[in-house]
């Protein structure tokens, strides 16, 4: 029944997700402060405390950007909205933009979402001489992507914190 909560940094900005659990003693520990609870109780001995569903630290920490997201096939998939990034159909596979057999490296800006058919026939050309196009290009995620791909859903009261392209991506 308990989950995650949310944790924004002192300047709203969303940094990790955490057991709610752990976001409780944040905030016991005035460390954080609730923003939005889920509506479920933690019962101790002599007190009630509400469920945290978003925390905000009342201190700033710099967290490092980029470093932090893993290109696996869930995180690509869910920058690129589960499309494929040459004909927009459903994506299946993953495709290096430059040909790893020619160069390219498995980074950011050269991995996008791709159909299978589109996969089959950039082959290991490169995109001037496959007859696709690219939609737009690719780039590192913010951190919006990073937490759906990390927490595999997104409660409703973290939309506001996270990017519009997001809240467009899991429908809410
Ligand atoms: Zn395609």
């Not at 589960?82 to 596979?93: K, L």
């Not at 082959?123 to 939609?135: A, I, K």
Request: proline content about 5%; some cysteine; hydrophobic content about 40%.
């Amino acid at each position: 029944m308990f989950g995650r909560a949310l944790v924004l940094n002192a300047t709203f900005e969303p940094i990790c997700v955490v057991s709610s659990r752990r976001a409780l003693v944040l905030v016991l520990d005035d460390k954080a402060e609730l923003l939005h609870a889920t509506g479920f109780e933690y019962r101790a001995a002599r007190a009630a405390y509400p469920e945290p569903s978003v925390v905000r630290l009342a201190h700033y920490v710099r967290v490092p950007r980029q470093t932090r997201v893993a290109i696996t096939r869930r995180s690509v998939f869910a920058r690129d909205e589960h499309r494929c990034q040459y004909c927009g159909g459903q994506a299946e596979n993953i495709d290096h933009v430059v040909p790893r057999s020619r160069g390219g490296t498995h980074s950011w800006d050269n991995v996008v979402a791709a159909c299978r058919r589109c996969n089959a026939q950039k082959e290991d050309h490169f995109l001037e001489d496959s007859g696709l196009v690219l939609r737009h290009l690719p780039r590192a995620p913010r951190s919006g992507v990073w937490l759906l791909a990390a927490s595999g859903e997104l409660r409703t009261e973290w939309a506001p914190y996270v990017t519009p392209s997001l809240e467009h991506a899991v429908g809410i």
